[in-house]
């Protein structure tokens, strides 16, 4: 969280207008609600376009300068770590984009979003590609492949709708594999 909030406006210049249309398209094949949970949403650019289609959108990220960003756009933003979240209210969709890649313990971060998941809701996530697991730069990463996907469904009740490989949207890290996920709870 140090790293975000240290480099928050930095992060967000650099991410706001990333074309993220295959992603969306990804997410969007497969959810049908209204509520969408965008977990880890920076610069609140997804936000900001699922809105744009008409749906009701919440966010929570744990970095502070995103929250504020985020409520200057007007949205309800909650400033706690997934990990942390509980919510009476269940949600249709959750964007993770990469986020859950920043979580120590991804099991904990996927369960946490299992349990906040309406019935037959979509999670869509994206996380780096590849196994590491460690500090780079001054964050956290945890990477996800099929090996450790596949450990994860084993112990959680969501089902693998698809699954990409695609590579980082932004032109300075073209060569950069990430996997996106899509599950049903």
Known sequence: MKYYSDNSKQYIDSTINCDMAEQYNLFLKY???????????????????????????????????????????????????????????????????????????????????????NDG?????????GDFVGEKNGRFFHYMNEEILNSILKELDFSLIEKTITFDVRKDRADEKWINIVLQK
């Not at 959108?57 to 706690?80: H, L, M, Q, W």
């Not at 809701?121 to 590609?129: D, V």
């Open 31 to 117: 959810f049908s609600g209204k509520s969408i949970l965008d977990v880890g949403f920076g610069s609140a650019r997804d936000m900001l376009h699922f809105q744009s289609l008409g749906y009701i959108v919440f966010g929570v990220d744990p970095t502070p300068e995103f929250c504020d960003n985020a409520k200057r756009y007007g949205f309800s933003a909650i400033c706690s770590p997934i990990e942390e979240y509980t919510s009476q209210i269940k949600f249709d969709g959750i964007w993770a984009c990469a986020s859950l890649l920043h979580c120590v313990n991804l099991k904990v971060a996927f369960k946490s979003c299992y349990d906040l998941l």
């Open 121 to 129: 809701g979509i999670l869509y996530a994206s996380l780096k590609y």
